[in-house]
């Protein structure tokens, strides 16, 4: 058994605000998931004249690309969520029984990239609204 995941092998899927999501987004690449903490100053004259820092609120973006196409029910579902200032379910795994977030997400950027020898496609961001979970397989280290 390998030690690595690969990322054609991870699964990002989709669905109406407020579920799980359960239908996997096929139309995907080079997803990016972005986890990061804000920082509070928590430094006292005790700590030897070092900073000390602590987290505070998370936050979680999804930045991943898709090939132009209208007839995609996924496309379909970012696109709609982005026009309409809603949100969209998403679960971002690092493979199909695996980890991740699981929340509903507001698309903020949908950017459409027109190469001149490549299939045009959209760049998304999407950023967490509503956390659901931190989806976690059994067995999964």
């Given at each position: 058994?390998?030690?690595?995941?690969?990322?054609?092998?991870?699964?990002?899927?989709?669905?109406?605000?407020?579920?799980?999501?359960?239908?996997?987004?096929?139309?995907?690449?080079?997803?990016?998931?972005?986890?990061?903490?804000?920082?509070?100053?928590?430094?006292?004259?005790?700590?030897?004249?070092?900073r000390?820092?602590?987290?505070?609120?998370?936050?979680?973006t999804?930045?991943?690309?898709?090939?132009?196409?209208?007839?995609?029910?996924?496309?379909t579902a970012?696109?709609?969520?982005?026009?309409?200032?809603?949100?969209?379910?998403?679960?971002?795994?690092d493979?199909?029984?695996?980890?991740?977030?699981d929340?509903?997400f507001?698309?903020?950027?949908?950017?459409?990239?027109?190469?001149?020898?490549?299939?045009?496609?959209?760049?998304?961001?999407?950023?967490?609204?509503?956390?659901?979970?931190?989806?976690?397989?059994?067995?999964?280290?």
């Open positions: 058994m390998p030690s690595f995941i690969l990322g054609k092998d991870a699964k990002l899927y989709y669905g109406p605000s407020g579920t799980s999501p359960t239908t996997e987004m096929t139309n995907v690449r080079d997803v990016t998931l972005n986890l990061e903490a804000g920082e509070a100053d928590v430094t006292t004259r005790a700590n030897s004249g070092w000390a820092t602590a987290p505070t609120l998370r936050e979680c999804c930045e991943f690309e898709m090939v132009w196409d209208p007839d995609d029910a996924g496309f970012v696109k709609d969520a982005f026009l309409t200032s809603g949100l969209i379910a998403l679960k971002i795994l493979k199909a029984e695996g980890q991740g977030p929340g509903d507001a698309i903020t950027s949908f950017s459409r990239n027109e190469a001149l020898e490549e299939a045009i496609t959209v760049s998304v961001t999407a950023k967490l609204s509503v956390f659901r979970q931190w989806v976690e397989a059994v067995g999964h280290p």
